[in-house]
């Protein structure tokens, strides 16, 4: 099998003959069909005792834990609507990623996401990276590996990246997106040519595992103006109502937000 984590990272399993060399890709999974926080670096896994001092093992890849934040973003020239940044990193590798914004629709998006190691661009590996792509409006960014591209390679690096919406960030109901991570990866067989064999081609059956974790709550906006909502993250025991307006008989009409408390008790029948 392969030895490497970024040789089974890359959808690629590569084999030597005498003659012939073939490399077999293998395609990795897609999201969906939508294309200064700081950020606490989740676990690093289990430690385990063993004959040569205590190791950390990584984490199974469909528990990861992931953290993050939104916060205010950065203006763009000649980009419209209220910037939104998004920060997040999990405790293992991962190969895409989802984040979803309902019900608020995402009007542009950051095609390049940023990676970073302890806040620097350099330190990450020049192979690690995502592509985010898909059609707009909509209320998911889907952002996977692209060819040449290896996702994250470690925990320890931070993606961060910025879209936008329309409204202000302290309106009700809220920004608050939900986090979900894949990690796939594909591995090969070994095969032994005999010497006298000739010139062989040897196509190996590659296995492919994909895993996903999630979802996970980046909370409301940061440094923006709190309200007494700030504690019902989606995800939270008390989510927050989300209103809604529509039209009847051609009027605008809001659904009412339901009052606090234990339903109200039937009334008896006299």
């Known amino acids: 099998m392969l030895k490497t984590s ?3 990272r890359r959808f690629a399993a590569s084999l030597g003959v005498l003659v012939t060399a073939v490399a077999v890709p293998v395609i990795g999974p897609a999201l969906g069909h939508a294309a200064g926080a700081s950020i606490a670096s989740g676990p690093t896994g289990a430690t385990v005792s063993g004959g040569t001092g205590a190791t ?26 209220t910037q ?3 920060s997040f990193s999990c405790d293992g590798p ?11 629709q995402v009007q542009y998006y950051d095609a390049s996401p940023v990676l970073t190691i302890d806040g620097s661009p350099s330190a990450v590996p020049s192979t690690d ?41 302290w309106s009700e109901p809220r920004l608050d997106p939900i986090l979900t991570v894949t990690e796939a990866t594909a591995t090969a067989p070994s095969v032994s ?42 995800l939270g025991s008390h989510p927050p109502v989300v209103v809604l307006t529509g039209k009847k008989n051609g009027d605008i009409v809001t659904t009412p937000e339901p009052k ?11």
């Open 6 to 8: 970024r040789v089974r």
């Open 56 to 81: 950390t093992t990584a984490p199974e890849a469909n528990d990861y834990t992931c953290t993050g934040s939104i916060a205010p973003g950065s203006a763009e020239p000649g980009v419209p609507g």
């Open 84 to 86: 939104v940044k998004y």
């Open 94 to 104: 991962i190969t895409g990623y989802q984040i979803e914004t309902e019900p608020h």
């Open 129 to 169: 990276g995502f592509e985010c792509e898909g059609a707009i409006p909509g209320v998911a960014i889907n952002c996977v590996t692209a060819t040449g591209l290896d996702g994250t390679s470690s925990a320890s690096e931070a993606i961060s990246g910025q879209f936008t919406i329309d409204g202000p960030l």
């Open 193 to 234: 040519v005999k010497a006298n064999s000739g010139a062989t081609t040897v196509v190996p059956v590659v296995t492919t595992v994909q895993s996903i974790s999630g979802p996970f709550d980046l909370g409301r906006p940061k440094y923006e103006y709190s309200d007494a909502f700030d504690a019902d993250t989606r």
């Open 260 to 270: 606090a408390g234990p339903p109200a008790k039937p009334k008896p029948k006299k």
